[in-house]
C-alpha cells in the first residue's frame, strides 16, 4: 500500500524529489525510512525520520545532500535529493518501521513499497 513515486533521470550534481505515500492507518504512529539497491549491491539504508517527523539520520554517504520529511496531514513522507551523484543510481524504496523511532537496520522495517528507479548520469 505503500506508493513510491518521483524518480527519473537527472544529471550529476541535478536535483530530485521523491514521494512517499502511506495510508493513514499504516504509518501514522510508526516512524518511516528510505532504502535503495543498485544493481548488483543489497539494499541499504538511506535515512528515516520519527512518528513526529523528528530526528532525521542520514547515511554518511548521503548526509548533506539528502532531506527526509513527512507531512502527517497528507500521509506523505518525502526524500529530497540534491547534488545527486552516478552513485546515487538505485531503485529507492520507502519502508514503514515496526516502532515510532527510526533505525537504519533493514530488519526494523515492517512495510515495504514497490520502488521508484532513480539514475542519475555522469
Known amino acids: 500500500q505503500l506508493q513510491a513515486s518521483g524518480g527519473g533521470l537527472v544529471q550529476a550534481g541535478g536535483s530530485l524529489g521523491l514521494s512517499c505515500a502511506c495510508p493513514r492507518r499504516t504509518c501514522s504512529n510508526n516512524a518511516l525510512g528510505w532504502f535503495r539497491q543498485a544493481p548488483g549491491k543489497e539494499r541499504e539504508f538511506v535515512a528515516t525520520?520519527?512518528?513526529?517527523?523528528?530526528?532525521?539520520n542520514y547515511a554518511s554517504s548521503v548526509k548533506g545532500r539528502f532531506t527526509i520529511s513527512r507531512d502527517n496531514a497528507k500521509n506523505t513522507a518525502y526524500l529530497q535529493m540534491n547534488s545527486l551523484e552516478p552513485e546515487d543510481t538505485a531503485v529507492y524504496y520507502c519502508a514503514v518501521s515496526r516502532s515510532s523511532a527510526g533505525t537504519s537496520r533493514f530488519e526494523d522495517y515492517r512495510y515495504w513499497g514497490q520502488g521508484t528507479l532513480v539514475t542519475v548520469s555522469s
Open positions: 525520520i520519527d512518528w513526529r517527523g523528528g530526528s532525521p
